[in-house]
């Protein structure tokens, strides 16, 4: 049973220069969301996908970030022009939308290990 | 809109005790769930349990279970026996009618003591 991969762990990177994380859920699974979570806080909502549409994206998601489901399989994100508050743990969640089964019953979202994003 | 609230940011528990970590939350939703999520060092964020509002009883799920407590507007998590393993950051979530984003809390660290 493979769960959420999130593709690379680390990233270092410039201020100014352009970023792409990639995502890989849970195969049966067709919601796909990212989050953000700095230090010392939660997790907070960026965007989320159902199949290869993009139904929510939160304020947060500036005009720098852009994100795609092309397939309804794997999604990207990506950060344009980097800056020093973009420095995070990027967090990418899948989870089903029949909920009928044992795993995953309460439509709950399962978490990849996250990508740490670190701006100089 | 969802709000969480968790006053508190450390806790500290004897192995083998039980331990409550509180959770108050603000929807103006009918509907409704809760969720608690684990998130230890490794940074993965990892499912506990869930309650949803129209639940008439509190969810358990083996040495987790939540007390739901709707007029108060409390989802506390109550986690017995605690072992060495537990010690990690905890996570109240909400989930609100029509939307599918969770709403996360700022979290509280809990360290179990040998």
């Known amino acids: 049973d493979t769960g959420v991969s999130q593709d690379p762990r680390h990233k270092i990177t410039k201020r100014g220069q352009n970023v792409t994380f990639r995502c890989d859920p849970i195969?049966?699974?067709?919601?796909l969301y990212w989050y953000r979570q700095t230090l010392g806080q939660g997790p907070e909502f960026l965007t989320y996908f159902q199949n290869e549409a993009q139904l929510e994206k939160s304020r947060l998601l500036s005009d720098r970030f852009s994100a795609e489901r092309p397939k309804g399989s794997f999604s990207t994100l990506e950060i344009q022009r980097t800056e020093q508050g973009d420095s995070a743990m990027y967090l990418c969640?899948?989870?089903?939308?029949?909920?009928?089964?044992?795993?995953?019953?309460?439509?709950?979202?399962?978490f990849g290990p996250g990508t740490r994003l670190t701006v100089l | 809109a969802q709000k969480i609230t968790q006053t508190q940011p450390g806790m500290f528990v004897q192995e083998k005790e039980a331990v409550t970590l509180d959770c108050t939350y603000d929807?103006?939703?009918?509907?409704?769930?809760l969720f608690w999520y684990k998130q230890p060092s490794s940074g993965e964020m990892i499912f506990l349990i869930y309650q949803g509002s129209y639940d008439e009883q509190n969810a358990t799920e083996g040495r987790y279970s939540l007390n739901f407590q709707k007029a108060r507007k409390s989802a506390n998590l109550v986690i017995s026996a605690s072992q060495l393993g537990d010690s990690a950051m905890y996570f109240c979530?909400?989930?609100?009618?029509?939307?599918?984003?969770?709403?996360f809390g700022k979290g509280t660290k809990l360290s179990v003591i040998p």
């Open positions: 969640a899948s989870s089903s939308s029949s909920g009928t089964s044992g795993r995953g019953s309460y439509n709950e979202q399962f």
């Open positions: 195969s049966e699974h067709n919601r």
């Open positions: 929807t103006s939703d009918q509907s409704y769930g």
């Open positions: 979530a909400s989930r609100g009618a029509g939307s599918y984003q969770l709403t």
